[in-house]
Nanobody, 118 residues
Framework: QVHVVESGGGLVEPGGSLRLSCVAS????????MSWYRQAPGKERQLLAR???????NYATYVQGRFTISRDNAKNTVDLMMNNLKPEDTAVYYC????????????WGQGTQVTVSL
């Protein structure tokens, strides 16, 4: 069974930083593509960043330069380091796993709330 679990969300002031973590299991982690998404109230879930099995990364333009995605295959984790947070970053953040390029099926975590406010 594939399981994806996020952690690290919370309340942070504008300009602050948070590191989100995601642990995934049930597949060969090193061969999977991992992504971070977020969804604000009333909005569509949007892709923020992804990291391939080779370590290559892609970012949405609105987080480029502020967010960094990384993976630790020894720990089966993918992190999202978020710097210079803005109120508009407030959302539920989700981790997504694509275990294999041979199948389009992906798996979602439960989400972790990030609130950027004074």
């Amino acid at each position: 069974q594939v399981h994806v679990v996020e952690s690290g969300g919370g309340l942070v002031e504008p300009g602050g930083s948070l590191r989100l973590s995601c642990v995934a299991s049930g597949f060969t982690f090193s061969g999977g593509i991992m992504s971070w998404y977020r969804q604000a109230p009333g909005k569509e879930r949007q892709l923020l960043a992804r990291i391939s099995e080779s370590g290559s990364t892609n970012y949405a333009t609105y987080v480029q330069g502020r967010f960094t995605i990384s993976r630790d295959n020894a720990k089966n984790t993918v992190d999202l380091m978020m710097n210079n947070l803005k109120p508009e970053d407030t959302a539920v953040y989700y981790c997504n796993a694509l275990p294999s390029k041979t199948s389009p099926r992906t798996y979602w975590g439960q989400g972790t709330q990030v609130t950027v406010s004074l």
